[in-house]
């Protein structure tokens, strides 16, 4: 009987102790007392050792936060991972937070997937951001999510190759007209060296939008309901990334591969591109040659895109994840990490007050290349973001790629970018 008492009395224990624990899947449940564990989806898209850097992040912030465990997940790309994110919200699976494109906004609103950040942190918090990465956290007066690994686009251009073809090595290109112009001078008629190299996969809408906007107004709405991809001065800018291939013979027509780009600059195959900044430190680490950054050259102004990923914190978790989640936040955007993120990796620091600390300001004052893509903020402008945001670039980024490898007129192609677009945002205009 003794026996029998004794192990009634163990099992009763064992009942309380698993009626007691974390039953909310391994992610610490609400008002429980265990630690809090975060799963952590991100993506990797420039080249660099990314995932040890992130992977480190979450050490330095458990080691801060005892009762706090971060578990990083990587998603594979941009896509990928937007893919895998939506498949568990769809599953009642939600992740606790993720680094996802800041165009993803409308879409994962649209899934009533994300957390209203707005009143969990301060007006000034958010005021610390640079204006040009805030346009693609808000919907109307609301912040659904914090700039993280941002980026623009900028030239780079190869200045021993512009010392060998007699151009001042020190002057980049400031205009169409002088990209041309240089870009012929640059070019070897062997086809062993390009004078630019624009990719056309993957991204060839931003590149499209950053032209667009060298040339007048934005390609959207504000409110990802409208776009105006038929605009005149957005055909101009098709024509004139269609015609360094086509007909100036400056850079390989057809198709260019996004990945491929910075390969050929740092092999000294294209002696200009335009690409992320966030390739940054990757070509600093890798050319053997003096090379150059600059603001895009202008048509009727200087412009270009903002782009990357920004931190979002998904509705359906605990509570106490959501706050373990706004911690983490807190700490990677502290002064001090924005600007070691933004030395690591060449994204621009997103805040004003990285660039106020003694790291980034001596890495700027040795490498003034890094200032550029922050100071050409002052022109830039949100990137393409819509409801059904990845149908809506499909699209775009199809027909795009048609016009460049000779199957559409810029005319024929914007119209149908268009036509297409419209018709999948007709349904959120009236909402």
């Not at 060296?193 to 007048?216: C, F, K, R, V």
Request: proline share 4%.
């Amino acid at each position: 009987m003794k026996k029998l008492a004794l192990l009634i009395l163990v099992f009763a224990f064992i009942i309380s102790a698993c009626s007691n624990g974390d039953s909310s899947g391994g992610k610490g449940g609400e008002g429980g007392d265990g630690p809090v564990k975060l799963q952590f989806y991100f993506p990797v898209a420039v080249g660099g050792p990314i995932t040890k850097l992130i992977d480190q992040l979450a050490k330095d912030f458990e080691r801060e936060n005892e009762n706090i465990s971060v578990m990083p997940i990587y998603g594979g790309s941009y896509q990928d991972t937007m893919t895998k994110v939506a498949t568990a919200v769809q599953g009642n699976n939600s992740p606790d937070m993720a680094v996802l494109l800041s165009t993803d906004l409308y879409t994962l609103l649209s899934m009533n997937a994300i957390e209203d950040l707005t009143p969990r942190f301060s007006q000034s918090y958010f005021d610390g951001f640079y204006d040009a990465f805030l346009g693609n956290t808000k919907s109307g007066d609301q912040v659904w999510s914090v700039p993280f690994q941002r980026s623009t686009i900028v030239l780079y251009y190869n200045k021993d190759k512009f010392r060998e073809a007699g151009l001042d090595p020190e002057k980049a290109p400031a205009t169409w007209e002088e990209l041309r112009e240089y870009a012929s001078k640059l070019t070897k008629a062997d086809g062993s060296q390009w004078g630019i190299e624009i990719p056309s996969t993957g991204y060839q809408y931003w590149m499209l939008q950053a032209l667009s906007l060298q040339s007048g107004e934005n390609i959207m709405s504000n409110d990802g309901k409208e776009v105006f991809f038929d605009k005149p001065h957005v055909e101009e800018s098709l024509q004139f990334y269609m015609d360094l291939g086509q007909k100036d013979k400056v850079m390989p027509s057809g198709t260019i591969e996004w990945a491929t780009v910075p390969s050929d600059f740092i092999s000294g195959k294209a002696a200009m591109m335009f690409h992320t900044t966030g390739n940054l430190t990757k070509v600093k680490n890798e050319a053997a040659f003096d090379f150059g950054v600059a603001f895009l050259p202008a048509n009727k102004q200087y412009g270009s895109p903002t782009g990357g990923g920004n931190l979002y914190v998904f509705k359906d978790i605990p509570e106490r994840n959501k706050e373990a989640a706004i911690k983490f936040i807190e700490f990677l955007t502290q002064p001090e990490r924005v600007a070691q993120w933004s030395i690591d990796t060449g994204y621009v620091g997103t805040t004003k007050a990285s660039y106020e600390t003694e790291a980034l300001k001596q890495y700027v004052a040795d490498f003034p290349e890094a200032a550029v893509a922050r100071d050409q903020l002052e022109y830039a402008d949100s990137e393409l973001s819509t409801y059904q945001n990845g149908q809506v670039t499909k699209i775009f980024n199809d027909n795009i790629q048609a016009a460049l490898i000779g199957t559409m007129t810029a005319k024929e192609a914007l119209a149908k970018s268009q036509e297409q677009a419209t018709g999948i945002l007709k349904q959120f205009q009236s909402k």
